[in-house]
């Protein structure tokens, strides 16, 4: 008895509480979590199936049990650890050098006088236009021409790479940064130098340390770009041994045979790095995002 | 980007090797150099040889030598545009070209009403909403490779497909359908993906902004006895006709120049090869690197030609 009670209460007060706005934001919202969090679902879920479950004739909504044989599979079989070293490889030196190389120039953007300027930054940003397909074919001519002059094998290189996606994350890198930079007062630069330090002492021990959190942000833009890049990975890399993960789980996806739960524990192990570093420092990566950190 | 505050510290007298202002540039070219020679090695140097490399016979054979390759005048260009997968010929068959500006500008005015209504759902208090907006992020941070065959996966043309099984237990349909392999069905749908996946772009960019809308101008519209669709018609939209315009500038250059997604979803068959596709088929298929070069400056001078005309049409309405 009261127990019904209860219940009628609470139908009631969820009757009172809805009204037609709150009825369609709830229904919106539940749309869009289930679009979005179900493809992710649906990958991490399909890596832990067996192939029996995932070859079977109706899908498997929930595995029956956590098993790792795709996981397995993919580093018996597929060497796959090989491949998450290569794109560390080239992630992690894009992001120090692009960090450290658009600081400099992001100071000099921001703080100082120097001719051509103007000409020169509105130079970088153009970069934004380019598709990269337009510059492959050129770049992958002065590769092999390199190549050829200097008797070494260019192209299957990762270092060709990091080279390439600095060329592709230095403009956004330089234009954040100096944003960046002019929110800071130039006063406090200003009693440095009066103190009697020289212009780097003061970029090293004033203007960076307080502009760790772009410095941070800049990072993580850098190495999420190189590490989920495709288009130059797919031309300019050709050996097994040196495919960046994205490409390794291309070949891995036209294999003759299908195995989809190999690529889904393939492309959990790729999304979960990025997307725990997001949702870590969320509150300082969304206005990079904003500002189009991510190009495409 | 310019327009810095000056440092009003004094200045020796202008000019000369070693007055303040002279050692200030010169630290500048120091600190900029790098990022300079690289940009423009990589970027700008490229794209100009690559109006050479179009108007050249360039093949496997001589492409460490391009210098010395044969001039060919407009013979790509021409190649290109009567080649059957880049022109229109009819509906049955759209050609790269038509195909390209059909689907960026469908994707990004798809992307555009989809991250709208997530910008609107998200401006509202509710609890949870930080978590709420990082996982509205995901499609966009995560790695297109994951994302792109995920989807694939759900797709899958098997019953063991989720959508078809899902279709299927609806009764929607009786056997199941190859969705990414059908003419028509295909584009939608790598539109539709397209949009899922780059609406977080647009919601933050207009989330923004709606952050920054003056709250009197609602109160105004409440004195007035607007009810809420017409505060978003009269007063929401109005405000955000800016921010508008420049998602909408900037997702149609990149969903343009966009080479990843198409190729990884159906490898630019069944209708929907886009032009930069169509320019890795020509050059790293077919190793014909002077048509490949060719069809890219299309591609650059279609995205050029629509980017002076919607500067001077639309942004100039817009400019405040």
């Not at chain 1, 192939?51 to 098993?67: D, H, N, Q, T, W």
């Not at chain 2, 772009?201 to 109160?219: G, H, P, S, W």
Request: proline share 5%; glycine share 6%; hydrophobic share 55%.
């Amino acid at each position: 008895m009261n127990h019904t009670d209860e219940r009628l209460n609470f139908i009631e007060h969820l009757a009172r509480w809805i009204n037609w706005p709150r009825f369609i934001f709830a229904v919106t919202l539940i749309f869009f979590l289930t679009g979005i969090l179900f493809p992710f679902y649906w990958m991490a879920s399909s890596s832990f199936k067996t192939y029996a479950e995932i070859g079977g004739r109706k899908p498997v909504y929930i595995p029956s049990a956590l098993r790792w044989e795709a996981y397995r599979e993919l580093f018996a079989y597929w060497n796959f650890d090989v491949n998450i070293v290569n794109s560390i490889k080239v992630a992690v030196p894009t992001a120090l050098i692009a960090v450290i190389l658009s600081t400099m120039g992001a100071y000099a953007v921001a703080r100082l006088h120097f001719r051509g300027k103007d000409l020169l930054t509105n130079g970088i940003l153009v970069v934004y236009l380019f598709p990269g397909i337009l510059l492959i074919i050129p770049l992958f001519a002065m590769v092999s021409r390199i190549g050829a002059s200097i008797g070494f094998e260019v192209q299957d290189n990762l270092l060709v790479l990091v080279v390439m996606y600095l060329a592709q994350t230095l403009p956004v890198a330089l234009y954040m940064l100096a944003n960046y930079f002019r929110t800071i007062p130039a006063e406090i630069e200003q009693a440095g130098l009066i103190d009697g330090c020289t212009r780097i002492e003061v970029i090293w021990r004033i203007t960076l340390p307080l502009a760790i959190p772009a410095l941070v942000s800049v990072a993580i833009y850098t190495f999420m770009i190189a590490w989920n890049e495709f288009l130059y990975a797919l031309v300019f890399l050709n050996s097994r041994d040196l495919f960046t993960m994205p490409i390794k789980i291309n070949t891995i996806f036209n294999d003759p045979s299908p195995r989809p739960h190999v690529v889904m524990a393939a492309s959990t192990i790729m999304t979960i790095p990025v997307v725990t570093l997001f949702l870590a420092l969320e509150r300082f990566l969304e206005e990079g995002l904003a500002a189009g950190g991510v190009k495409g | 980007m310019t327009g810095s505050t000056p440092n009003d510290r004094p200045r020796a007298t202008a000019g000369g090797w070693y007055s303040l202002q002279a050692q200030e540039a010169r630290l500048a070219w120091a600190l900029i150099l790098p990022t300079t020679l690289i940009v423009f090695g990589l970027v700008i140097f490229p794209a100009i040889f690559s109006i050479w490399i179009s108007f050249s016979d360039v093949g496997l054979k001589n492409l460490n030598n391009v210098f010395r390759a044969p001039f060919v005048g407009l013979e790509n260009y021409r190649h290109v545009v009567n080649d059957f997968a880049f022109k229109f010929q009819g509906l049955e068959s759209w050609g790269a070209a038509v195909t390209s500006v059909v689907y960026s500008f469908s994707s990004t005015i798809l992307t555009l009403i989809v991250g709208l209504i997530a910008a609107l759902l998200l401006n509202r208090p509710f609890r949870a909403r930080g978590l709420t907006r990082a996982v509205f992020l995901f499609p966009y941070v995560a790695p297109i490779v994951s994302v792109a065959f995920v989807w694939r996966w759900i797709l899958d043309p098997r019953p063991s497909g989720v959508l078809n099984d899902v279709l299927m237990t609806l009764g929607l349909i009786e056997l199941p359908r190859a969705y990414l392999a059908t003419r028509g069905l295909a584009l939608a749908l790598v539109i539709v993906f397209q949009a899922w996946r780059y609406f977080p772009f647009a919601m933050l960019m207009i989330l923004a902004r709606l952050q920054a809308v003056d709250n009197t101008l609602y109160e105004a519209a409440d004195v007035d006895g607007a009810n809420s669709w017409q505060k978003f018609w009269y007063v929401t939209l109005p405000e955000l006709r800016y921010v508008l315009g420049a998602i909408f500038l900037l997702r149609l250059i990149w969903t343009f120049n966009k080479f990843d997604d198409i190729f990884l979803l159906t490898s630019g068959g069944f209708g929907t090869n886009v032009l930069p596709v169509l320019t890795y088929q020509f050059s790293f298929k077919a190793f014909n690197f002077g048509k490949g070069a060719a069809n890219a400056m299309i591609l650059l001078l279609i995205l050029v030609v629509f980017l002076i005309i919607y500067v001077s049409t639309v942004m100039r309405g817009t400019e405040e």
